[in-house]
């Protein structure tokens, strides 16, 4: 189960993620952020409510990443302990914008 | 100075015995026991001895020549040291003088049919013994306990033997120990912990194979109960009781023998079982008799009993027994419980109505109402039990479990909550929770995506959980394409997000997080097994 609370405002989004972010749920944040990715100079991820992410998930932040470095920037934010150590052995800790 | 006692002759010794006054000594010891036979049993007090030397010694070795049942008793430490020293003790019974504890105004801690347990101080608790052979009953039990503790048995061992009163008592040191009697009767909320704490420390106890010869059988005991009281039971029941008895199995693995819980205390962080005078060797059977005669058994007319024993009431016994034998068998089905429940009952009432036969009055109507009942229950049962014997869980691992499954990455939460449920059975961290997670949603996946593609097919899970430390073993088995997700390359974790491609990961995360990962193909399946220590 994945909650995705999102605000969009003048090409900057703020995603607040609640749940978990898996095989599951990872095409619904995909296509959440598609919608608004084209017009988006800057994008917030905040991780509060993140619980658990599996290789899908990392697969969708890898895209927005990769699509945010050509026009804007993207930072991730309240990443717990757990999901960090994913991001450390994983090579995200380097690839992602970690507050 | 010289006390005629049957054939014994008392002397008793005082200040210092050294070459001064050995001679003087020898003389006076003759002359007290110059009317009693060469074969009469000395005994040498020595309460008031302080200090004996070499010439000392030598008096007593004459002595002991003449009377070779010489013993010397109520030693002080200092003439204990020297007497251990020189060989005495090895050569002669040697007593020590027994510290005089009272127990007056202290808390009495537990009571058993042996007599109390008091706490004397903050830290130490003593064990005083209601029979005349207390010394005997008392070595017996350290013995035990010895044996127990060597053999892998958390227990206490008493380290000094006091005088109380007229009888004899053991001190325990036991910090702080509480009895999960008094832990069920005033912390309801820790019902389940006490459960599974109580069946952790029986699994254990009867996973311990006994070296011959060191405990008594406990079917034999059974036995011998059952043979006394089976003409009492109607339309000739008893000698099919004593048929079923005599077919159970023999084992050497550890049996408590009297395990309910005033006997299982927790001490500081640590739970310990104590009362070790009844261990023995059998089939676990034996052991839940016992326990089911403490819950159940012996309250069942007059359920006032187990609250006076136990400070608890009969519903809260009812249940911890049915309870700890559900845990005990690793089942939940309530079928399987109530044939093992018939099977251990059958002998419950025989021990029972044995036991009542015996000790209590023949003439009291209520012990005549309740071993009527007893009869009933127990003839009602016979009728339909043809076995007593049962199949034993493991007493190291609980049950492997199989989910057989579609490989569908719409089945992945049908097996996280398979695999979950399972966790949920250990005490399982936050951290390595997800961890698992993690793991068993990457292997799934990739099954569910590739190994029957573009087909579809099923995937087998199996959880086990074994103790001792906690481990968790989850293995993945499918007939797909024969593949090694192992020897994929690790993706480079060093690249920036324009070089990194996306694949490999879940595999790579998988054998970071899991403690063992390994692959083998065998009877046209893929079998892949993940470990994690808890």
Redesign the interface.
């Known amino acids: 189960m994945l909650q995705i609370n999102k605000t969009v405002a003048n090409g900057k989004a703020v995603f607040a993620l609640e749940g978990r972010l898996d095989t599951v749920t990872a095409p619904e944040m995909e296509s959440a952020m598609q919608e608004v990715l084209p017009e988006l100079t800057s994008l917030t991820l905040d991780f509060a409510g993140l619980e658990y992410i599996s290789s899908a998930g990392l697969r969708v932040l890898l895209a927005a990443q990769k699509a945010m470095n050509v026009k804007g920037e993207m930072r991730v934010k309240n990443v717990s302990k757990a999901i960090m150590e994913i991001f450390e052995i994983t090579g995200f800790s380097d690839v992602l914008t970690i507050e | 100075m010289k006390e005629n006692n049957y054939s014994a002759v008392t002397v008793r010794l005082s200040g210092r015995i050294d070459s001064g006054n050995a001679a003087q000594t020898e003389q006076l010891m003759l002359e007290q026991l110059k009317d009693s036979d060469n074969g009469s049993a000395v005994i040498l007090d020595a309460e008031d001895l302080a200090y004996i030397s070499s010439a000392g010694l030598r008096v007593v070795l004459r002595l002991k020549k003449s009377y070779p049942d010489l013993k010397i008793i109520n030693v002080n430490p200092e003439v204990y040291e020297i007497l251990e020293m020189t060989g005495f003790t090895e050569m002669m019974t040697v007593e020590k003088a027994y510290r005089v504890v009272s127990v007056e105004g202290c808390e009495v801690i537990g009571e058993g049919f042996n007599g109390k347990v008091y706490r004397i101080d903050k830290d130490n608790v003593v064990k005083t013994y209601k029979n005349a052979d207390a010394l005997a009953e008392i070595q017996h039990e350290r013995e035990v306990a010895r044996l127990a503790l060597i053999l892998g048995v958390p227990t206490a061992i008493s380290y000094d033997v006091v005088r109380v009163g007229d009888s004899y008592g053991s001190v325990f040191e036991l910090l702080n120990a509480r009895s999960f009697s008094k832990i069920l009767a005033s912390e309801p909320e820790r019902f389940d912990w006490c459960v599974a704490e109580y069946i952790k420390m029986l699994k254990a106890i009867h996973a311990i194979e006994v070296p011959a010869g060191k405990l008594p059988s406990i079917k034999r005991k059974t036995l011998t109960g059952i043979s006394r009281m089976k003409d009492t039971v109607p339309d000739g029941l008893g000698d099919k009781l004593l048929a079923m008895a005599e077919a159970i199995p023999e084992s050497d693995h550890m049996i408590h023998g009297d395990y309910h819980t005033k006997n299982i205390v927790l001490a500081g962080d640590e739970v310990l079982v104590i009362d070790m005078d009844t261990l023995s060797v059998g089939h676990p059977i034996f052991d839940l008799v016992r326990m089911y005669n403490a819950y159940v058994g012996y309250s069942e007319y007059d359920p006032d009993i187990v609250l006076s024993f136990q400070g608890y009431g009969a519903d809260i016994a009812r249940r911890f027994w049915h309870d700890s034998l559900a845990a005990y068998l690793h089942t939940k089905d309530e079928e399987k419980i109530k044939a093992v429940d018939e099977k251990v009952r059958c002998l419950s009432y025989g021990c029972l109505i044995d036991w009542s036969i015996r000790h209590t009055d023949p003439d009291s109507e209520k012990d005549k109402a309740t071993r009527a009942l007893w009869m009933t229950r127990l003839a009602e049962i016979l009728k339909r039990t043809d076995s007593l014997d049962f199949e034993i869980p493991d007493t190291q691992k609980s049950d492997p479990d199989e989910l057989d499954i579609e490989a569908a990455?719409e089945n992945?939460?049908k097996v996280m909550d398979f695999v979950n449920s399972h966790l949920d059975t250990v005490n399982c961290p936050?951290?390595a929770r997800?961890q698992l997670?993690?793991a068993v949603?990457?292997i799934f996946?990739n099954i569910a995506r590739y190994a029957y593609a573009p087909e579809k097919g099923n995937a087998t899970i199996k959880v086990e959980v074994l103790n001792d430390p906690v481990t968790v073993t989850i293995t993945f088995m499918d007939r797909g394409v024969p593949y090694d997700p192992l020897k994929k390359e690790n993706?480079?974790?060093?690249?920036?997000?324009?070089e990194?491609e996306?694949g490999g990961?879940?595999i790579?995360?998988t054998k970071?997080?899991m403690d063992d990962v390994y692959y083998e193909y065998r009877d046209g399946q893929n079998i892949l097994t993940l470990k994690k220590v808890l």
């Open positions: 990455t992945l939460e936050a951290k997800m997670d993690l949603e990457e996946v993706p480079d974790v060093t690249l920036c997000a324009e990194r996306i990961l879940g790579f995360m970071k997080v």
